[in-house]
């Protein structure tokens, strides 16, 4: 009989969260440092703690294809200026997915409308498809992987009895980088050359949160 009350006790939060699951479905635009602005989807999941408070997890996709002109200039510095062939020993596809914890606080600010605000903490992972430098035709794929942290806030609008619609504005903080070695096969010279991705930037989304 202990045991079963005991168990009972351990599920017990399980079945009241169970009544309370929240999921926002958001679209948007995000605008790193790495990159130019692009289009950004996510999907939160959690659970209403209490009137005010949800918690949960979420995750992003974010991709982008881009030049790294960053990298140009150093390649420009280490090889000798040849735009064309280090514009294309720079191209960069990227797909960024962060994966985080998130706790969102809310209050109501009109019969139907609720202002709120929300934090955000977990990894940014990066899977990255680049060009070999010597073989800069072919593609070569890395990941990369840093902490990251996210501020926004923003309005919901009651558009059914457990449905909401939701305009947000975030900042989102990340920064994964790598190392690698080029040789300059004319001089002998190698320089280590490292690829640091400032994720760092606004993201504007709408959505819509479900209760369930």
Do not use: C
């Amino acid at each position: 009989m202990k045991k079963i009350t005991l168990l009972l006790l351990i599920l017990l939060p399980t079945f009241i969260y169970s009544q309370t699951h929240i999921g926002n479905v958001k679209l948007g635009i995000f605008n790193p440092s790495a990159t130019n602005a692009g289009f950004i989807i996510g999907y939160e999941g959690g659970w209403v703690v209490d009137n005010i408070f949800t918690a949960g997890w979420s995750v992003d996709w974010f991709n982008k294809n881009y030049i790294d002109q960053n990298l140009v200039a150093e390649f420009n510095d280490f090889y000798g200026p040849n735009s064309t062939l280090n514009e294309l020993r720079a191209k960069t596809n990227l797909h960024s997915i962060p994966l985080m914890a998130t706790i969102t606080g809310s209050w109501p600010i009109a019969p139907k409308a609720r202002a709120f605000v929300t934090g955000s903490a977990g990894l940014e992972v990066l899977l990255i498809f680049y060009r070999n430098y010597d073989n800069p035709d072919n593609d070569e794929f890395k990941g990369a992987v840093d902490f990251a942290w996210r501020i926004g806030a923003g309005i919901s609008y009651e558009i059914g009895r457990r449905s909401d619609l939701f305009f947000e504005l975030a900042y989102h903080n990340s920064a994964p980088s790598w190392q690698f070695n080029v040789k300059d096969a004319s001089t002998g010279r190698t320089k280590v050359f490292e690829r640091k991705f400032d994720m760092s930037g606004m993201l504007m989304r709408v959505g819509v949160k479900f209760y369930f």
